[in-house]
């Protein structure tokens, strides 16, 4: 237990669905992250929020779109996604620089 | 960004084997993170490493920075079955990213 959950665990969604993945940490961290992880690459930054405003957009495309409304909840919204988006999807927080606290993580599958 | 190279990719070793893997970059760094991945699990701190030479140990596992500052070694001893994961260094990017490795995967046979 990490103090950050992830919701859900598993997700499949055809290419025209919309669905949300949603993170929450218990931790009094100030900065919330989500990264992409594929199969056989490295761990990916997408987005980054500092006090609850967006301080990175690591090009990624607009059918993800990340929603954090406070400083405990973070949110990404996806949209006519593609079969290679499939992945999981790893919310992560922080207090500090570079020691994050990461969830279990939302598997996604996109048919 | 800059790319980290670990390796080995993938190890497969026996139980009470000890382990060595490393991460390499073409650029200075002031701080090396080192995270495990349990299966079906989200990344976990294991070590962090803030000045070069630095040797810090958690448990059974030591880590050290290089001197150059452009690498960094995790040692596991006496490996144990719950060792099975992937292993990934990190730095902080700066703006509050953390750029990682690939990872090092390892499986222990009983």
């Known amino acids: 237990e990490t103090g950050v959950t992830q919701t859900p665990r598993h997700l499949v969604m055809g290419m025209t669905n919309k669905k949300s993945l949603k993170c929450e940490q218990h931790?009094?961290?100030?900065?919330m992250y989500w990264y992409k992880q594929s199969a056989k690459k490295p761990l990916e930054l997408m987005f980054v929020?500092?006090?609850?405003?967006?301080?990175e957009n690591n090009s990624v495309p607009s059918r993800f779109s990340p929603e954090c409304p406070n400083s405990s909840h973070l949110f990404l919204h996806l949209h006519t996604l593609q079969p290679e988006d499939s992945a999981l999807y790893l919310c992560?927080?922080?207090?500090?620089?570079?020691?994050?606290?990461f969830g279990e993580g939302s598997r996604l599958t996109v048919l | 960004g800059q790319q980290l190279n670990q390796s080995p990719q993938s190890m497969f070793i026996q139980e009470g084997e000890d382990v060595s893997m490393n991460c390499t970059s073409s650029?200075?760094?002031?701080?090396w993170l080192w995270y495990k991945q349990d299966p079906g699990e989200g990344p976990v701190l294991l070590i962090a490493?803030?000045?070069?030479?630095e040797l810090t140990s958690n448990g059974r596992l030591t880590a050290q920075f290089g001197i150059t500052r452009k690498d960094s070694f995790l040692n596991i001893s006496a490996s144990i079955p719950s060792d099975v994961g992937i292993y990934f260094c990190?730095?902080?990017?700066?703006?509050?990213?953390?750029?990682f490795g690939q990872g090092t995967e390892l499986s222990v046979k009983p």
């Open positions: 992560a927080s922080s207090l500090h620089v570079g020691e994050l606290f």
């Open positions: 490493l803030y000045k070069a030479g």
């Open positions: 931790l009094g961290h100030n900065a």
């Open positions: 650029s200075i760094f002031n701080t």
């Open positions: 929020y500092s006090l609850e405003e967006r301080v």
């Open positions: 990190a730095y902080p990017s700066g703006g509050g990213k953390l750029i």
